[in-house]
């Protein structure tokens, strides 16, 4: 390259023109990543790819590239799953027929991810390319379905509190009042027929059991300005009017330094299900509640000494209830039997992970 003649004004590249800076400046402002692509045509004029002629800055955020990675390279070299997942043809076609590209919660598996998302894309035809905007809407929808979980779990937890309510009201107070009616029978009946109606008031004072223990299972903790050791306390005390008698508790860790709600309620609502299974089904005669808080992680173990697993303690609504709970955390539950005799039930999971809303019971 030859020098400037001596005493010459050396010459300096052109400004950019200010709608093209105006226009950068206005791209770069939008939140969702936007770019211009031009086509890339075989000898017979068919689109074989595209490439990057332009990016704003959210495309090259999202893209994890800076702009002179993206300008100028071809849209199926930095995605080739575009091909196989249609999306190729469908820019062929707006090329083709000038009509707009609308995908609403598009799936793809993006190579940036390494996993399936969701997107919603517009796509319009300029000159011998495309304007090409997307936005990654995974997140929510998983929001909306997690909304729509909750507001199941909610229906369904306002149901079982009717349904706890009308036994307590109803059933419960009408047996328990023919258990009454019972022993003032007996108190004046022959031996004989003492004898025949002490078993059938055995009989009653167990269906009333088994009724608390079920209420106690349906009806949802409520939390007020309580402490969780409170609240703990105060689940297994209830379960004394079930049980026949207080289960022993030991709390282990930072149970008082929980400040999750939605993790303390979830908590109370499976060792309410727990206890309630026990005096169900288990026919214990002691039961110990371990709580153990660490700080990656929140356990509730219930033990009895009861007759272990069979078909109905096993395969019952409430543990596939506790199983669901304890994965919506991230969690895991357990129902395990025990050598020296009745079954363990561990409840496990991990600080953090609620995804929000309110659980069922």
């Known amino acids: 390259m030859e020098s400037a003649p001596s005493g010459s004004t050396r010459l300096r590249p052109l400004p950019e023109p200010e709608s093209e800076r105006t226009l950068e400046i206005v791209l770069d ?6 770019v211009l692509l031009k086509s890339v045509r075989d000898g017979r004029g068919a689109v074989v790819d595209f490439t990057y002629t332009a990016a704003n800055l959210a495309a090259c955020t999202y893209t994890g590239r800076v702009r002179a990675e993206l300008v100028g390279a071809r849209v199926l070299d930095l995605l080739p799953g575009q091909m196989a997942a249609g999306l190729f043809d469908m820019y062929v076609r707006v090329m083709e027929t000038g009509q707009p590209l609308v995908l609403d919660d598009y799936p793809y598996l993006s190579e940036l991810h390494g996993e399936e998302r969701r997107f919603d894309i517009r796509a319009a035809r300029i000159d011998d390319g495309l304007v090409y905007t997307w936005r990654d809407v995974t997140a929510r929808l998983e929001r909306a379905r997690e909304r729509a979980r909750v507001l199941s779990m909610e229906a369904l937890a306002d149901e079982r509190d009717r349904v706890a309510r ?3 009201d109803g059933a419960i107070q009408e047996v328990y009042g023919t258990a009454l009616s019972l022993r003032a029978i007996a108190a004046e009946a022959p031996e004989p027929i003492r004898v025949r109606l002490a078993h059938i008031i055995d009989a009653q004072d167990s269906i009333i059991r088994h009724l608390r223990a ?10 007020e300005e309580t402490g969780p050791t409170e609240l703990v306390n105060r689940t297994v005390s209830e379960a004394e009017r079930s049980l026949g008698f207080v289960p022993d508790l030991r709390v282990q860790g930072g149970l008082e330094a929980l400040d999750d709600a939605l993790l303390i309620e979830h908590l109370l609502l499976s060792l309410r299900e727990m206890l309630s299974n026990v005096a169900r089904h288990a026919h214990a005669r002691s039961v110990e509640v371990a709580v153990v808080v660490t700080p990656s992680t929140v356990e509730v173990a219930v033990t009895d ?4 697993l069979d078909a109905a303690t ?3 609504y409430g543990l596939s209830n506790l199983a669901r709970r304890a994965a919506a955390l991230g969690g895991v539950f357990s129902l395990t039997e ?3 005799g009745g079954a363990c039930a561990r409840w496990r999971v991990p600080r953090g992970g609620a995804t929000g809303g309110s659980p069922s019971t």
Request: glycine share 14%.
């Open 29 to 34: 402002s939008l939140v969702d990543p936007l």
């Open 214 to 223: 079920t209420v106690l299972g349906l009806t949802r903790p409520v939390l």
């Open 305 to 308: 000494d009861g007759v272990g």
């Open 338 to 340: 025990r050598p020296s």
């Open 314 to 316: 096993s395969k019952g």
């Open 166 to 168: 009308d036994l307590h």
